[in-house]
């Protein structure tokens, strides 16, 4: 009975680490599937912009406003998820790790805390918001040379400003859960490593 009770904290924590790598793998699993739907977007934008500028349908452009919003849509919400695995991570299995073995660093919390300096600002500006912008600067774009303003067109604009807010709604949500973070961060690294699974002095 004795022994039985010693190897619960390690098969836990085997178990936790099992899910880890499961999460990590679903997370990496997002990121592939924003670059294959960036790829797809640019590859359909093309094509209407081939036979809009090649036949004279300008008409056809009307087609670009969904085609974004389908393709900023997809990319939120890959990176909706993908960071809600990460506060998964960070806030909860790792917080149930430690419970078990101690202090451990982070790199969800690393990311966190990089949320939040002056230059993450720059980072976003250059890595996160330039996929997304140029979808909605070609959606712009198609409806500034469509000269017909019917209804059409306005569904066209409603549009667009969908797939311009979206990405700063998921960006203001991450910049959240990051500042919720840091709380939680400080008070944690402060705790002196303690567990089953720690060697004895």
Known sequence: MEEKEATEPEKAVEVMLAEFNAMRAEKVSYLTGQAAIVALGIT??????SFAVKDGHDRLLL????LVMLVVLGFAAGS???????NYIRDELWEELEGKVGYLPSWQRWVAKERLKRTAIFKVLFLDLPPAALFIAASVYALCVLPDHDGLWWAGVGMTV?????????LLKIVVTSIEAIGKTTSTAAEAPTGCCQPDP
């Open 80 to 86: 909706y998820r993908s960071n809600a695995i990460g």
């Open 44 to 49: 359909a934008l093309g094509v209407v912009a």
């Open 162 to 170: 969908i797939s311009a807010m979206v990405p700063i709604v998921v």
């Open 63 to 66: 087609v670009v406003p969904p």
